[in-house]
Structure formats: C-alpha cells, structure tokens
C-alpha cells in the first residue's frame, strides 16, 4: 500500500501515469525483521530487557515490557520488589511474585502504577477496530506540491514518535524525500540502538514543551509543517494543546496522523502497549503457543512493521487528497486495528516449505554513521524509479538544530 500510494502522489505531483510497482517478498519479510537484522560495528542490537517478556502467573500468563529504565522502575514498584540492579537475582523474585498473584491482578496493579503488564487474551474487544481511519477536516484552499523527483519532496513532517511502529512510518516518509524531524522530550531518552534502526532519512532534536522557550520553538516549526504525525497514547500530548482538533482549526491544511496501541474506543483505548502486548492481549500470543502451553509470538513485530508502513500510506494517500481538494485529514491507527486485521479479515498462509526460505544477505547494505558502520535493512516500498535506500544515516538521537532544513 506505501509503495502504491507513493507511486499514485508521485504522478499526480507530475502529472504523468502512476509507475509501475513491484513487491519483492523477501525484501518485506527482512524489512520487518530489521531490528533484528541490525548490526552496529558487527554487534546485533540490543534486544527485550530481562523483565520484559512472559511470565507465569497463578491462573494464567502475563506479559510485561520493561525495556525503558522508567517502565521497568514502575513495574518494580508494582509489585512491591526493590531494584537491586542485579539482574539474575532480581529475575528469580520477579517470577516468584507473579507467580502468587492472578493473572489480571497483576495487569490492573501495574497499569495503575503506570507500568506495562498485559494477561494473555484479556483485552476487551474494541468496537469493529478500523484497519485505518481518515476524516477530511478544515477547509483550506488546495496546497499544490510542485513537480518532484520523490513523492514526498518539500514536505515537512513533525514526528512525535518512538518505538517501532510511528518511526516505521516517518522512515519510510523520509526514504520518499520528506524532511522528517523528530522531536523528543530531553528526559525521555530513547534506546541508542532503536534509533539506529528507525531513524534512517531522519533528524532528530530535543524539545521541552513545558519549557516556554521551546515550546515558541515548536510553535514555528508546526506552523510550518505538512504532516504531524503521533504515536503517544490518545490523550497524552492533549495538554500541550496537540489535540487533532486543535491543530486542525489552527492549521486547516495539516495532516494529523495518530498512532495508539489499543484502538480509539473502549475501556482500553487510552492505556499505553507495545506490540508484544498486543499480540498478548488480543490472543495472538496464545495461537502461538508452544505444546506445553507457553505463549508465543508471532516471527516479526509485525503489529508495529504493518502499522507503520499502513500509517506512511494513509499519510502519503491524504497529501494525494490534499493536492486535489485542499483541506487538512485526520488519520487513526493502532496496533489493536492491525492485530484485528490479521486474526479476523485476511487468508492464513500456506504452510511454507524450504522453497519459501529467503537469503536477507541480498536486502542488507551497510551505512556509516555516528553510532558506527550500520548493516541494516533496505526499504522494501518500490516503484519504477524508487530511491533504493536512505539519503543518510541516522543522526545522533537529539543533536539536531530544531529547524527544517
């Protein structure tokens, strides 16, 4: 869907037919493995943290991330267990204490500590969670993009994202020629390596909206901005005067996409998750089961992967909108949409056989950058003409200059 709408705003910035595009599977299937993949000066990425992952409880499963130094400190705090810092010790009585407790015990006490647990297939199903969401809002004249070489030339997209899924998106933006910004809060610092894999294309700087100064920063780059894009959990920016509504009445011609884990209706809907707690919840984890009973998970992050280049489409498909009538959008997607998507409404895969198998050797290339030589995953979005890889490197996660460039 990225590679056809980036092909379709492409045509229509030139006015010339849609080029042709082509799939290459193996290159899909390495793109959503590239976390994995990655390798920085020859050593793979750091990966789940010793207190993420699945743990037995009294009556069940749960599943806990703990991979940022703040969710893991909450998590602790939790369940009553003091940091040691000594990993190996600190795991025996982890498992010890959530195995005495019940499984949604376990969730609902964490979560109102602010920290991430999820029992296995106890989410509430939301309402007929949309795959993608998108409203024509505010009226504005048309805002013609000139004739590009890249679909996404001189756009400009603020991307307030973290994780895999959103910055999935704002890559693959970046790859098409947007001039991606990230912007960050200084005292949420994001996971070197992570940054490494998802910042490709990107630049990043650090903004405290809190802080009046910044915030006059962020004011001007917003009023500049094409795309904002967001991937905290619905409610969380409201404060800082982020609402799509807002936005929109102030700036009638944006693109406001939104990214949230649980879907945007129902008793979850503002709860904060990761892909691996959505697999969890929504039963995924328990379809991939071992024999003896353990949730498993599915072979990629394909809830943050599929989401993030579903959200790049429906935001390279508004500009194409946009192009022609004027007027901003408003896009929603979440992981819980995705997960729905893939249990409910596509065909299984056939079995795969040795025939299947795929060599990722041919869809990696290596990259210098500030974190070291990066060997990493090409894009898989193409068409007649695609850029084949990045512009540049990520850069070092918050040194940018917070301007457009």
Same mark, same amino acid.
């Not at 979850?268 to 998750?273: L, M, T, V």
């Not at 979005?381 to 084949?388: I, K, L, Q």
């Given at each position: 869907?990225?590679?056809?709408?980036?092909?379709?705003?492409?045509?229509?910035?030139?006015?010339?037919?849609?080029?042709?595009?082509?799939?290459?599977?193996?290159?899909?299937?390495?793109?959503?493995?590239?976390?994995?993949?990655?390798?920085? #000066?020859?050593?793979?990425?750091?990966?789940?943290?010793?207190?993420?992952?699945?743990?037995?409880?009294?009556?069940?499963?749960?599943?806990?991330? *703990?991979?940022?130094?703040?969710?893991?400190?909450?998590?602790?705090?939790?369940?009553?267990? *003091?940091?040691?810092?000594?990993?190996?010790?600190?795991?025996?009585?982890?498992?010890?204490?959530?195995?005495?407790?019940?499984?949604?015990?376990?969730?609902?006490?964490?979560?109102?500590?602010?920290?991430?647990?999820?029992?296995?297939?106890?989410?509430?199903?939301?309402?007929?969670?949309?795959?993608?969401?998108?409203?024509?809002?505010?009226?504005?004249?048309?805002?013609?993009?000139?004739?590009?070489?890249?679909?996404?030339?001189?756009?400009?997209?603020?991307?307030?994202?973290?994780?895999?899924?959103?910055?999935?998106?704002?890559?693959?933006?970046?790859?098409?020629?947007?001039?991606?910004?990230?912007?960050?809060?200084?005292?949420?610092?994001?996971?070197?390596?992570?940054?490494?894999?998802? $910042?490709?294309?990107?630049?990043?700087?650090?903004?405290?909206?809190?802080?009046?100064?910044?915030?006059?920063?962020?004011?001007?780059?917003?009023?500049?901005?094409?795309?904002?894009?967001?991937?905290?959990?619905?409610?969380?920016?409201?404060?800082?005067?982020? !609402?799509?509504?807002?936005?929109?009445?102030?700036?009638?011609?944006?693109?406001?996409?939104?990214?949230?884990?649980?879907?945007?209706?129902?008793?979850?809907? #503002?709860?904060?998750?990761?892909?691996?707690?959505?697999?969890? $919840?929504?039963?995924?984890?328990?379809?991939?089961?071992?024999?003896?009973?353990?949730?498993?998970?599915?072979?990629?992050?394909?809830?943050?992967?599929?989401?993030?280049?579903?959200? *790049?489409?429906?935001?390279?498909?508004?500009?194409? #909108?946009?192009?022609?009538?004027?007027? $901003? !959008?408003?896009? !929603?997607?979440?992981?819980?949409?995705?997960?729905?998507?893939?249990?409910?409404?596509?065909?299984?895969?056939?079995?795969?056989?040795?025939?299947?198998?795929?060599?990722?050797?041919?869809?990696?290339?290596?990259?210098?950058?500030?974190?070291?030589?990066?060997?990493?995953?090409?894009?898989?979005?193409?068409?007649?003409?695609?850029?084949?890889?990045?512009?540049?490197?990520?850069?070092?996660?918050?040194?940018?200059?917070?301007?457009?460039?």
């Amino acid at each position: 869907m990225a590679s056809l709408a980036a092909a379709e705003l492409l045509a229509l910035r030139n006015r010339v037919p849609v080029p042709a595009v082509r799939l290459d599977e193996a290159a899909v299937a390495t793109a959503f493995l590239s976390e994995r993949h990655l390798r920085i #000066d020859g050593r793979a990425a750091t990966s789940f943290a010793p207190l993420s992952g699945f743990w037995q409880a009294a009556d069940g499963w749960v599943r806990t991330h *703990a991979n940022y130094p703040h969710h893991r400190a909450r998590l602790l705090s939790a369940l009553g267990i *003091a940091d040691t810092g000594r990993d190996q010790t600190l795991v025996g009585a982890f498992s010890k204490e959530l195995a005495s407790r019940p499984a949604t015990e376990v969730q609902e006490t964490v979560y109102a500590a602010g920290g991430l647990a999820v029992a296995v297939a106890s989410a509430p199903a939301a309402a007929g969670p949309a795959l993608v969401s998108t409203r024509d809002a505010g009226q504005s004249s048309p805002r013609p993009l000139l004739p590009a070489s890249v679909p996404a030339q001189d756009v400009r997209v603020l991307d307030l994202t973290r994780v895999i899924a959103g910055p999935v998106a704002t890559r693959t933006l970046a790859l098409l020629g947007a001039d991606v910004l990230r912007v960050d809060a200084p005292q949420l610092p994001e996971d070197a390596d992570a940054h490494a894999d998802t $910042g490709m294309g990107k630049r990043s700087t650090l903004l405290d909206l809190d802080s009046p100064g910044d915030r006059q920063v962020f004011e001007d780059l917003l009023s500049q901005a094409d795309v904002v894009v967001t991937g905290y959990r619905p409610g969380a920016l409201d404060r800082h005067g982020l !609402r799509p509504e807002m936005l929109l009445d102030r700036y009638p011609g944006l693109v406001v996409a939104q990214l949230c884990a649980w879907g945007w209706s129902g008793p979850w809907a #503002d709860r904060r998750g990761f892909d691996s707690l959505v697999q969890a $919840g929504t039963g995924i984890a328990a379809i991939e089961a071992t024999a003896d009973g353990r949730p498993g998970a599915l072979p990629a992050q394909a809830l943050d992967h599929g989401t993030g280049y579903l959200l *790049a489409a429906a935001v390279l498909r508004a500009l194409s #909108d946009r192009q022609a009538t004027g007027g $901003g !959008r408003h896009l !929603r997607l979440s992981l819980a949409g995705t997960a729905s998507w893939l249990l409910h409404d596509i065909r299984p895969a056939p079995t795969q056989t040795e025939a299947d198998t795929y060599d990722p050797n041919s869809w990696l290339a290596e990259t210098a950058s500030p974190y070291g030589l990066l060997r990493h995953a090409l894009p898989p979005v193409h068409y007649n003409g695609a850029p084949a890889n990045w512009a540049h490197a990520p850069t070092q996660w918050g040194t940018d200059l917070p301007n457009w460039a």
